[in-house]
């Protein structure tokens, strides 16, 4: 088992920085135009020849009511017509990405986000999944991770049993806060009995896992109310937790200029509610995974961690990295072997694309050597706070120290600082460093400079 966080307010203040939160590397802020339909396509030619297994993505944008903090890619409407002819562009996508690929290649994962994806009706949700299972290998003996993202306020207990039926054996559930302070001044009144129904729905209906967002750093949070929340959720025992910072970032975000910049929570306030969420989840017997994540022991990621097989993807952590990454839908993200790409994230340049039967790629990155190098030593830092030089030497055939000379310097202030252990063949995040990991990953980034790092939320 890891050793527990270590909480460092000097570390905090020091190392607290804008940067990225590495689903990928290089990041999504790397995709440029260059990148097209045609290079998706050579992509998914290797994967069909490699016979990789895949992990799909599906993006519902559609929402019936906005939420003040939302940064995601999303469509607000009270009109549920505008899903059919999403689902008819979604569609032609699916048959035109599947036949370039072997119907032998499992659907290990699946995922739908949004938005909401229960926005579509039981009708349109059954459409979709016979449409995906006609065109993709998707299992049928429960054995695939198949998730859905729910909104508590958009669901019941006939929807659950629709999902289980339709084979998806995970829910994340939006909560965010339970405070109704909060939640009237972020535009998402849910109560905490909207949330258990659906929590018990799920067990009920054996779902495998659930999972819980909250945010912290919200307009009119406070430490004491965000205590309870934390408290409350706890008791609904929820597989794993996810508990993000909130980044008010209203110049990039439309829907953030409703939020009243004069009601969000001080700096102080926030590490106060995130020191408070540490402490309850972990005398709650919950680990900490990494960059906001908490689960169970007996949860397949904190078990991945432990054996060491745990990876990162678009879909944040994951057991399925070693999968290709199939995003389906507008501004989905795909990860095809050293490829990666974005479909159109406007919804109408993303329809009319596919009334063409032309995919709608509009930018992406094919990966360097030395990206596929930086990506691996990454990726071993955030999902198991240690590298081993040997094995990077090995891999990629270069000596650790002379690559990353120039970076040694920061490297060891961070070891004096006491982020790291940094010895002749190893780093190791020390306790006190885990939450600040991004930090030591921005040490090996390439990309990041001064102007690009203001993109990012800070680490904490």
């Keep these: 088992m890891l050793d527990v966080l ?14 990225p939160r590495y689903t990928s590397y290089p990041t999504a802020v790397q995709l440029h135009s260059e990148v097209g339909s045609f290079d998706l396509l050579h992509a998914l030619r290797d994967s069909r020849r490699a016979a990789r297994p895949l992990s799909i993505y599906v993006h519902v944008p559609f929402c019936a009511n906005i939420c003040y903090y939302c940064a995601c890619n999303k469509v607000i409407t009270k ?6 002819p999403y689902l008819q562009r979604l ?11 072997d119907p032998k290649q ?9 938005g909401t994806p229960t926005f579509l009706s039981h009708v349109e949700l059954r459409q979709l999944m016979a449409h995906l299972r006609q065109h993709f290998n998707l299992l049928d003996d429960d054995s695939g991770d198949y998730g859905i993202e729910i909104d508590p306020r958009e669901a019941d207990w006939s929807t659950m049993g629709l999902l289980r039926e339709l084979g998806f054996n995970r829910v994340s559930l939006g909560v965010q806060d339970l405070d109704p302070v909060v939640q009237r001044a972020i535009n998402r009144l849910q109560s905490l009995e909207q949330t258990r129904a659906i929590i018990e729905a799920a067990r009920t209906l054996q779902f495998r896992s659930i999972n819980l967002d909250l945010i912290y750093g919200l307009p009119k949070q406070t430490p004491e109310g965000f205590a309870r929340t934390v408290e409350e959720v706890i ?44 402490e309850q989840l972990t005398a709650a017997g919950y680990v900490y995974i990494g960059m906001d994540h908490f689960a169970l022991p007996d949860d397949e990621l904190a078990i991945a961690q432990e054996e060491s097989t745990l990876q990162r993807n678009f879909q944040g952590y994951t057991t399925h990295g070693h999968c ?11 990860q095809i072997g050293d490829l990666y790409c974005q479909n159109s994230s406007d919804l109408n340049t993303y329809q009319d694309t596919l009334s063409t039967a032309q995919l709608a790629t509009s930018r992406g990155l094919i990966c360097s050597e030395d990206d596929r190098l930086r990506r691996a030593v990454i990726q071993q830092l955030i999902c198991h706070f240690e590298l081993d030089f040997a094995t990077i030497e090995r891999d990629f055939t270069i000596d650790f120290r002379g690559y990353f000379n120039d970076q040694w310097p920061a490297l060891q202030a961070m070891h004096k600082d006491g982020l790291i252990e940094l010895g002749n063949d190893s780093i190791k995040v020390l306790p006190a460093g885990r939450l600040l990991v991004r930090s030591v990953c921005m040490v090996f980034d ?3 400079d001064l102007h690009n790092r203001q993109r990012f939320s800070r680490v904490i």
Aim: net charge negative; aromatic share 8%; charged share 25%.
């Design 6 to 19: 270590r909480w460092d307010s000097d570390l905090i203040r020091r190392y607290d920085l804008a940067g």
């Design 79 to 84: 009109d549920r017509g505008r899903a059919a």
């Design 91 to 101: 569609e032609q996508e699916i048959q035109l990405i599947a036949c370039h690929l």
């Design 106 to 114: 499992t659907v290990e994962q699946l995922h739908f986000g949004g």
């Design 235 to 278: 008791k609904l025992q929820p597989d794993r937790l996810s508990v993000f910072n909130y980044a008010h970032l209203p110049e990039r975000f439309m829907p953030q200029r409703r939020i009243d910049s004069n009601e969000l929570p001080a700096p102080a306030a926030k590490l106060e509610m995130l020191h408070n969420t540490i």
């Design 324 to 334: 290709d990454l199939i995003g389906l839908g507008v501004s989905a993200i795909s």
């Design 446 to 448: 390439a990309y990041l």
